[in-house]
């Protein structure tokens, strides 16, 4: 693979990943502007249901950019520039994604079998889809810094792929207006 190739590819993971961040920013504004921080029994109706597939989007989108890709390369831990508990916050989300949100792991679910009346049944222990206001907050500004990297980022690869010995035209498609600003 020649260098400008290497380029390129990282190219499109980050600007892949500003896109899957730009979404991740818009459920967690939305979950923050409808205030979902609930556990299942304190809204009636489908509120929780709701408030799952938003969380649930939320965390998978922030994880993606963050998470090994076939043919991208691993995206660059030096765009991160969180302070420790951003990290933490970071490392938790990533947790979350790949034990609960993502995968039914193991260790986040208690299975108690038994049967009622010949009908096979459990009693489920099973987390809840919610993140507090602080996380949502927290990542809502994490998701801000990281997009701001990334576009800087983006805007250096350019130069050097524009500049670059030509063996076509730049591939324009991938040259769009930034994603939305985060709140």
Request: aromatic share 14%.
């Amino acid at each position: 693979m020649t260098q400008r190739e290497k380029i390129e590819r990282l190219y499109k993971r980050l600007y892949i990943s500003g896109e899957d961040l730009g979404m991740a920013a818009q459920f967690a504004a939305f979950i923050l502007k409808k205030g979902w921080h609930f556990t299942p029994w304190e809204r009636r109706g489908t509120i929780y249901l709701q408030q799952s597939a938003f969380t649930s989007s939320l965390i998978v989108f922030y994880a993606r950019p963050f998470t090994r890709s076939d043919g991208l390369p691993d995206f660059p831990k030096k765009l991160l520039k969180y302070n420790d508990t951003e990290n933490s916050l970071h490392d938790t989300i990533i947790k979350l994604r790949h034990k609960v949100y993502a995968h039914s792991d193991d260790s986040s679910y208690k299975v108690q079998p038994f049967s009622f009346n010949g009908f096979p049944t459990a009693i489920l222990g099973a987390p809840f889809f919610k993140l507090s206001i602080s996380e949502v907050e927290t990542l809502q500004h994490m998701i801000g810094m990281t997009i701001a990297e990334i576009y800087r980022e983006l805007q250096e690869l350019i130069l050097i792929v524009e500049s670059a010995e030509p063996d076509g035209a730049p591939d324009r498609q991938y040259i769009r207006p930034p994603w939305p600003q985060c709140p």
